[in-house]
């Protein structure tokens, strides 16, 4: 039979539940009660033909704890009057709560409205919205609380998140909990004190100005007329961002390459020094001011995403070229040729027409689905070949 059954109505109740209903009601003290059950009873000749199954159902509902049952007459031939449910009500909070056995939880998410409602109260709409989630962070939930005090009273503060001392409070809770700290804070902080272009959780330092952790630029002097001072003959430097930007090194040239060990092993290069880079981000480079006077030369995988890092690299300096990039040194090394797992499809508008080209082909499956030749994989003597075309 399809009648509606006690688990069926529990199940209605579930679904406020689940979708925060229940509790966002404590927030807003707007009262869901008392609520009308949807409720499928039998038709008139069920109730004739199935008169004991429909009693036993009767019955079920009727000894539901915390429902109101309303019930309407019938008549039977055999068994003149009787009476069926015809709706079903819950009258309070609590009654649903019971059925859904949540009591507990409700309560627990009682304290945190009273809580939040004394100490931070532009935080409740935060919990209207999302009550699961602030039951969640329960046991857990006055440490952000703490949090959020600090950052109101140190808007800013200019020192680095291990630096904040909050009582309980250490440095990888605040590591951890970013996501949510940032939906808090956004909500009291003055809009003034947030950056707004600094968004997800690798930002969090830059949008509530807590100091970042500086960028680090490791790069290799090729030509020994270069060379910093530096007693090591490999040349192996790392520097911070604003260090590397007032060097003061005359080379002509600059070679970045994605691969460690390209980078190790890179030949020596009159008037050249190469960069390790950093993927996807080249912010750490663009306030070096002189390397708009060099030649640079970007050397990446050829694949999809080694054409878009290409291509994010010339929206910082339109001149690059890139180096082994190309359908020659792609062909030449067809037996080292692998899969790309993760590729992008977007356009790339700073490509030159023959990168375009090949990029398309990679993109669009046209030499082999998911092809890529990573640049490590390029014989050594080619590399070499290509760095003395250049030298003429």
Not at 192 to 215: H, I, M, N
Not at 223 to 228: N, Y
Request: aromatic share 10%; proline share 5%; hydrophobic share 45%.
């Amino acid at each position: 039979m399809s009648w509606t059954s006690p688990a069926d109505l529990r199940a209605q109740i579930q679904k406020l539940w689940d979708r925060g209903e229940l509790l966002a009601s404590l927030v807003t003290g707007k009262s869901l009660f008392p609520l009308r059950l949807a409720i499928k009873t039998p038709t008139s000749r069920e109730m004739a033909d199935s008169f004991d199954a429909v009693r036993v159902w009767v019955g079920e509902l009727r000894s539901m704890p915390c429902c109101r049952v309303t019930m309407r007459e019938f008549r039977h031939r055999v068994f003149g009057t009787n009476s069926v449910p015809h709706e079903l009500w819950v009258d309070s909070l609590d009654d649903a709560l019971v059925l859904v056995g949540k009591r507990r939880d409700a309560a627990h998410f009682a304290a945190l409205v009273l809580a939040t409602r004394e100490r931070e109260p532009k935080l409740l709409a935060w919990l209207a919205r999302r009550p699961l989630r602030a039951l969640e962070l329960s046991n857990d939930w006055h440490r952000l609380l703490e949090i959020i005090s600090w950052m109101r009273a140190h808007p800013r503060p200019g020192i680095y998140i291990r630096q904040v001392d909050i009582p309980g409070v250490h440095t990888k809770f605040i590591e951890a909990y970013r996501g949510v700290l940032s939906e808090l804070l956004d909500l009291v902080l003055p809009p003034e004190t947030v950056d707004p272009a600094a968004t997800g959780a690798s930002q969090f330092a830059q949008r509530y100005g807590f100091r970042k952790k500086p960028l680090r630029i490791r790069f290799r002097i090729l030509d020994a007329k270069h060379a910093l001072g530096i007693t090591s003959p490999e040349q192996d430097i790392t520097l911070d961002a604003l260090s590397f930007a007032r060097l003061e090194v005359s080379v002509s040239r600059v070679f970045i390459t994605e691969n460690e060990v390209n980078f190790l092993a890179f030949p020596t290069v009159k008037d050249a020094l190469v960069i390790f880079g950093a993927g996807y981000g080249f912010e750490m480079l663009a306030q070096t001011s002189w390397l708009t006077r060099c030649r640079i030369y970007y050397w990446g995988d050829i694949d999809t995403h080694g054409f878009a890092i290409l291509d994010q690299l010339r929206a910082h300096f339109g001149h690059v070229d890139s180096f082994l990039m190309d359908r020659a040194t792609l062909m030449a090394f067809e037996s080292q040729w692998g899969e790309d797992e993760m590729r992008t499809q977007r356009d790339l508008p700073r490509l030159t027409a023959d990168e375009l080209a090949l990029y398309d082909d990679l993109r669009d499956n046209r030499l082999r689905p998911r092809l890529r030749l990573e640049q490590e994989r390029i014989g050594f003597t080619w590399v070499q070949a290509a760095l003395s075309k250049l030298a003429h």
